[in-house]
């Protein structure tokens, strides 16, 4: 079984849960932990006293909106209002901590964050949709907690039951859970076996529910891969060692003879930039690092992109997330690259320079820092009303195309000029693909209606034509 929500179903490696440890500890070798695909935290533990005090302040937030009044008639609209201005407040209040205190992609991580039943109950449900709006995957709960299982409002494939121990996981207080919660989890004990979990599984019987254990670490790397074939597996504050060892364990072996899994190296969009190759202490030390490491299959040897150990004419590469494939024994690594010495080659893969949409984007950063003479581009770039103009034009042409041709020919001209206004800003694709992700997280949604002000802006535009 895989967690519905966890955004990609060929990851089915363990997880870290933070209770203790902060999320991204590059001091502590705990740079890229949650990279695996998801992680869970305790607000309340996992951190600093300041960090958390991020997280109540957006609490605090939180029931000041659930107690705005929208039932009486006479302030009913103003008040409407306050409630929407209150929970865009929080909503950027959870995306700032969670981005900036916590340092997790939620753009491309599953976060499961732990929530407080009293603070469910006191925001009215509030606080569980603003931290979905702000990115997590999901709210964790405590599953005995049913009041507040049903005060969270959100659907229930976005929220965790979790029960503490083997013993409150009983037949009754899951089926109490389940109409509330996809996901049932449950904290194993150290001396747990097979048969408790695979008793907890026979009590989740919807084919769409999911299970997790939670293990303390150390925890057996084979105990590990053995519930992993049936569940989700998450470990408390793990380091990289025992997190990288106990996901090498979930693979199937390797059918090289050196026993190194093949690494397919991509994009935030996707896009493949090289085939490398992993060991199990490879990915130990990207763990650590939150870099692009890999094994050599020459020598064996960690090949690390990009940093001092690395020769000339490498490119450092990000690391976001590894997934493991369907038959678990490939890799995917998404990465953002860079080159090293200040080389003008970022988006450059292992078959030669990107086509389409990458390629004009280097075309366009190109044209930013030397743009020959007489180039549009760089007239675009020095004019900002005259891109503004034509981004404006080149929409109203897209929007009233209807043949084939000729709304892809629009579509093109959008993406060109709406590609020079990203760059300018120093935007890049992926940091726009990072967003529509980020919003596939929420539970809120507007209206969509358009805005007259704009449309009226945009008149006046086309209007001087």
Not at 45 to 52: F, G, H, I, M, R
Not at 129 to 141: H, K, N, P, T
Not at 227 to 238: F, M, N, Q, R, T
Not at 396 to 406: K, R, S
Request: proline fraction near 3%; charged fraction near 25%.
């Amino acid at each position: 079984q895989h967690i519905a929500y966890a955004n990609n179903k060929m990851s089915s490696l363990p997880f870290p849960i933070f209770v203790q440890n902060k999320p991204v500890d590059p001091d502590n070798k705990r740079a890229a932990l949650a990279a695996v695909g998801q992680c869970r935290f305790y607000p309340a533990t996992c951190s600093s006293p300041s960090d958390y005090a991020a997280f109540q302040a957006v609490c605090a937030k939180n029931k000041e909106q659930a107690l705005v009044d929208t039932d009486t008639p006479e302030t009913k609209d103003e008040n409407k209002k306050l409630k929407k201005k209150y929970m865009k407040q929080g909503v950027a209040m959870a995306s700032k901590y969670l981005r900036q205190t916590l340092k997790l992609d939620v753009s491309i991580i599953s976060v499961q964050v732990v929530l407080e039943g009293s603070d469910v109950l006191e925001t009215d449900g509030c606080l569980a949709a603003c931290m979905l709006d702000a990115g997590c995957a999901a709210i964790v709960v405590d599953g005995l907690n049913v009041a507040a299982l049903d005060a969270a409002k959100v659907p229930r494939e976005r929220i965790v039951a979790h029960f503490s121990s083997e013993a409150a996981a009983t037949s009754d207080a899951i089926k109490a859970a389940l109409p509330f919660a996809s996901c049932i989890s449950v904290e194993l004990s150290n001396n747990s076996s097979l048969e408790a979990v695979d008793t907890v599984l026979s009590l989740v019987t919807e084919k769409s529910d999911t299970v997790s254990f939670q293990l303390t670490t150390p925890a057996d790397a084979e105990f590990v891969a053995q519930i992993s074939k049936k569940a989700s597996v998450g470990l408390v504050d793990p380091s990289a060692e025992s997190l990288g060892s106990s996901c090498v364990a979930c693979m199937k072996s390797s059918d090289r003879q050196d026993g190194l899994y093949a690494t397919v190296v991509c994009t935030r969009t996707s896009e493949a930039l090289g085939l490398e190759y992993s060991s199990k202490d490879s990915i130990i030390a990207a763990l650590e690092s939150g870099a692009g490491i890999y094994c050599s299959r020459s020598d064996g040897a960690l090949c690390r992109k990009g940093d001092e150990t690395s020769g000339g004419g490498t490119k450092a590469q990000t690391l976001h997330r590894l997934d493991l494939d369907f038959h678990g024994d490939a890799l995917r690594f998404t990465v953002t690259q860079s080159s090293s010495a200040g080389a003008d080659d970022d988006d450059e893969t292992a078959w030669g320079k990107p086509t389409g949409i990458r390629h004009l984007e280097a075309t366009l950063k190109d044209r930013l820092a030397s743009a020959p003479e007489g180039s549009y581009t760089k007239r675009l770039f020095d004019d900002p009303d005259l891109l503004r103009d034509k981004l404006v034009e080149e929409a109203q042409e897209l929007a009233e195309a209807e043949e084939f041709d000729d709304v892809a020919g629009e579509l093109a001209d959008v993406m060109y000029f709406a590609l020079a206004r990203t760059t300018k800003a120093g935007v890049r694709m992926e940091d726009g693909v990072a967003e529509l992700d980020r919003r596939t997280r929420k539970v809120t949604r507007r209206k969509g209606d358009s805005k007259a002000f704009r449309i009226a802006a945009g008149n006046a535009i086309l209007g001087k034509k």
